[in-house]
């Protein structure tokens, strides 16, 4: 395991490119921990710049704890930052209760999750990759790895600790998480890993079997053939030398397939919907640490028989084989999933804990 640094959440922003349109066009600042008055202007072009593409809706209450929450800094930007926002116009003094977006009469109370979007999600408005993406395989490696054993609790603290870094760093990592349906909240705003079910199989193969197919349209509308040829070829090798290949062969094949290959998918909710419901490939992946994989050769000639297709331009053929695919493995996935679920549920994480029917609820 690697160790990272510990950073204060007033340096998690330090040098990290904010990237966003401000009037049509793109701010390229960085921001600076080297004082205020470096780091509110950015603040202040970030608020300003979602207010403007109506990110930040007409009526929504900004306040300094959530947003510097958000942010990873201290409140005292944020408050100056806010202060400017009024003096252009862009926010209202909301009589001790912050700031609403406007002069909207009645506040509009963002969620933090929905905060959380707005300010740091998707758009890359926040670069956290050095933070956040030096944990992130391996937590939601934990995690995947107990789903099908039982509903587990992730304390905040303690993952941000085990890994020596900031709380902000530990929630944004939970985020992503909750994104690909890995963890939710419950009612008490706990972080929860909840057990995976036959239900959770057969609904999320149902999502990609209307998605899948036709996102491999759009892939192949803009890959060039050579791409197709390579991982085809990789397959094909795979093939030849079933079972000797290794379990560890084909997760990696998997990830080309249904990872990578939809990752130039230019519709970006399409993209996150195809992420949300891939809970399926968890199983197999799981499986094979436990299991020999002599059941995996049908899904390898499959996925040629794809790649075949798209390489000859046959995009309708290709498509039909993968909701073929995705048909077969069900009844596969259901019975891996059950003998999973026999088994003695691995290690906790200091970071996990075990959670019992109405104890967390």
Known sequence: MTACLHRKPARILSNERIGMISDGKEWTGRVRDTGSAFLYTSVRDLLAAKIRQDELPEGALLKEAPISSQLGISRAPVRRALALLAEDGLVTAAAGQGYVVGRSGIPLRLSSRRLHEILARETGDLNRTASWERIFSEVADVVTS???????????????????????????????????????????????????????????????????PGALGMVAADRANEGFDRLLGDIEAAIDSFPACGGATI??????????????????????????????????????????????LPALQEYARILRHLGQGQVQQAEAVLHGHLCRIEALALARLRVLSLLEAPDMAPYMTPVYRGQDG
């Not at 941000?160 to 990592?173: I, Q, W, Y």
């Not at 990830?255 to 996150?272: I, K, P």
Request: proline share 3%.
């Open 146 to 212: 107990c789903m099908p054993f039982g509903s587990f609790r992730i304390q905040e603290t303690e993952l941000g600790d085990h890994f020596n870094v900031s709380r902000t760093v530990a929630r944004e990592v939970l985020w992503r998480l909750m994104d690909r349906r890995l963890v939710e909240k419950n009612r008490k705003s706990h972080w929860i890993v909840g057990q995976m079910t036959a239900r959770d199989l057969r609904d999320t193969l149902q999502m990609r079997r209307l998605l899948e």
């Open 251 to 296: 997760d990696r094949l998997e990830e080309a397939m249904f990872v990578d290959m939809y990752r130039d998918v230019r519709n970006s909710r399409l993209l996150g919907s195809i992420r949300r419901n891939q809970l399926s490939l968890l199983v197999p992946r799981l499986f094979r640490r436990h299991f020999p994989i002599i059941d995996d």
